[in-house]
């Protein structure tokens, strides 16, 4: 590949020192004047008709300006499958149903107002699992659907299957078969910049709405849809972002207490600020949804795999957000991780009276992968063939065409695997059973945007200015990965700037090209792609003035230094080395020939040809701006689910060893290798931070993360009580980055912002099993399942 | 029934009329504006609301406000040098990649201040003990501990 001169390169986040400074401005400190606070009431049942509900206390404390129920708003539904309204007047169907909200001019007296509110409710029969609510006498969480039709199951109409090939005859023929059941359970993303919004309107009604969105023009659609539906149709919205404080799937949909806040918002003519507690993070925002799979898989007396049957029930609920379109990301490890000629998948989601779920970090990867590698071990061992050897002779090649019709490009999922295997020191310490074991597991994901919207587009604008400034104005949004450092990057290789010249304005859908939204590990991928052509074209209209100005300066200076010196002789100067932007370059912000990059004379310094070509006198002139909006060359899934929703697939292994404490149940990580193919690393201290972070997120979701739901309530709401991963649990990680240069990626550069979550969790489920012959198939492996799985193999 | 206070902040001498029931947080954020200083839960379970108090790092969160009465105050803010130049500790975050989404970021740098003035060169451990009590999402901690220890190494220098 061509020299780069800053693609690779270990680039300071010098963009984000205001988050060193303590000057970012997040939700918590987005403020306008006159500004009020709003705070929501949930429901006190998980289950139950509302009877009455009085507000007159709360609306007579001083200080509240408004005090809104589903009787003062008009009765609209929200949500993709429509099964909600923004405040809830007759029924409530989980314990988050937002009953009514408070406005007041400040947090405190609105929390006060609210305790004042009288909810009379009638409690209903409710239901918790999942499996007790598919049976047909179970009681019903929606009477209807959005359109009022009578419904007669929980099951959603969602049409989660895919079959490939002919899994019934491959069983026969398989010389192994295993069979599994295991589960993961809700987790909460845990932000630690809580979720929180401010809307406000304008004389004309027109909104700005400061929110913490992934997806600034998709939420800017809901909304427009939503005021749209409550008489406010032809209305302006300008979505903004403060800076975010964490996002990892929460911010992809547009939640309830957004559009209460806009209710707030029109009802008092005053700028409304939501801010949730740590609370309420946990109780009233969407976790990763509870999943269960079966899944059986069979290989020939060789180890190839013949074929993969899953069927999967997901607990929606009540109701429904992304989290019941995760099985359109389970089918990717489902029906790609490996070479699987045969495939079959199906997924059930259901309502329940649960609170109901939503995306995260991995989409539904992490979910499927974890009963995929799990059984891969299970399957080895029954074949006789070491696990690694087993992934080995399975694993994925560049140019295969998968059961889903995904297209592998690149692939180094070989080198992933003999990295992890020799820095975990596979052959040495695997099989031991002596409380120490070690364990893998591989993932694949999209790294090439993720086709799940028509447009999977974004657009990039970026503008030269004359003082040799950049600003490049993205349509995407940035959550703390780092886009302000990697884009910067980008561009300056593509124009020829250095990365300190590059402004970047992101969260804005005024000043930004479109963009289907940061998610799905696809910004790097998609925004870069857009920004390396988009510099590219900069580049070229900077190189054309330089062909019209650089003889005109050169000639300018000549004549000066003449004037002062009349003894100067004018060197013989060849033009011709300059008469074309084809033949000329950029570097580092200098202009120079081709064949003389060091040209005394013709070599100049970037801001001189733009002070000279730019404002050049009066009529019309030409700035130096660019814009490409691009969109990856992919498909949408067809009705039998199958399509390369993808540009590209990044491929990985996380190797685990563990050791595990008998007489407590503990399990002590010793090492954990991820090794990540990332195409090519923009920044590779950056690569490594979305690494260890996944990574991180991964080993709680092994070992320590669980929302706790009893009978419909979450019963842990606090970092005391749900175990997130401090720096205190010392856990060696080592990130690996295997750069195999993607022709389609930016530079060759693939997503990386999700993968390292996806194989932590099951290596370790992997190592546990080798470390002590136990498989806790049950997410997140705790002392007390250990035991008690230990305690039923010894009898 | 408030009462006045004096207590030094970020290397200022201030009085101000406390409310016995606010927090050292609230005081910092509503009063003074100093919104550097984050609140990420609220109990004292996640440390980004870390502010320094006469050398030690505490939750200010928990903290009640006219508990400062005479005590040496400094937050975010006041880690930097007057005329702007970035503490070690400032400048470390961002070359290694110590910050991401940044919410952890403030109170993670005072909880690693109180630590490097205590003791110029910690080990890891000293150092994961030292931050145990903040909270990080975004980067496994590897980076910031990466942060602090290149921090303190520039320190010594």
Redesign the interface.
Known sequence: MENLLHIGKDIPRTAEIDKVTGRAVYIDEYKRPGMLYGKILYSRHAHARIRSINTEKAKNVPGVRAVLTGYDIPDVRVGFLGDQTVLKKDVVRQFRDEVAAVAAITPEIAEEALKLIEVEYEPLPAIFDPLEAMKPDAPLVHETDARGRPLRSNILPLPWKFNAGDVEKARQESAYTVTDSVSTPWINQCCMGTSGCVAEFDGNNNLMFCGQTNVIFGAKQRIQTYLSNIGLKGKKIRVINPVVGGSFGTKLDTDIYEFICIQLALKTRKPVRIRFTREEEFMALPPRQASRFTIEQGCDKNGLLTFRKVEAILDNGAYTSWGATTPSVMMLPISSMYRVPNVSFQATCVYTNNIYSQAMRGYGNPQAAFAVETSMDHLAEAAGIDAAEFRMINRNHPGDVTPMNLKITTCPLEQCITTVKEKIKWDEKRGKRNGRGVGMASLIHVAGGARVYLSDGTGIRIKANENGEVDVLSGSTDQGQGSPTVIAQIVAEATGFKPEDVNIVFGDTALGLWDAGTHASRHTFVAGNAAVRAGEKVKQQILELAVQYIPKMVKRSMKQQKKKNPDFVEPELDYTLIDSPEKLDMKNRMIFPKTAPDHPYFKTEVSKILTSGLHVGVGESKAVVAEVFWDPPTEMLNAEMKGNYSCTYAFGAAGVEVEVDRQTGEVKILKLVSAHDVGRAVNPTLVKGQIYGAAYIGIGYGLTERVQIVDGKVVNPNFRDYKILTANDAIPVEAVIIEDPDPAGPYGAKGIGEPGLVPTAPAIANAVYDAIGVRIKDLPITPEKVLAALKAKEG | MKKEITFTLNNEKVVVEVDPGWTLLYLLREVFE??????????G??G?CTVIVEGDAVNSCLYPALEAEGKNVV???G??ASDGT?HPL?QS?????G????????GM?MSAKALLDKKAVPS??E???G???????????????ESIQKAAERMKK
Request: negative net charge; charged residues 15%; glycine residues 12%.
């Open positions: 100093l919104t550097g200083t984050k609140e990420g839960c609220g109990v379970e996640c980004a937050t975010i803010e880690v930097a970035l400032q975050f961002i070359e290694n990649n910050v991401q989404c940044g919410y952890c970021t403030s740098i890891e451990e150092i994961r003990t931050i145990a009590g903040n909270i990080c999402r975004c980067t496994g901690y590897v980076q910031i501990v």
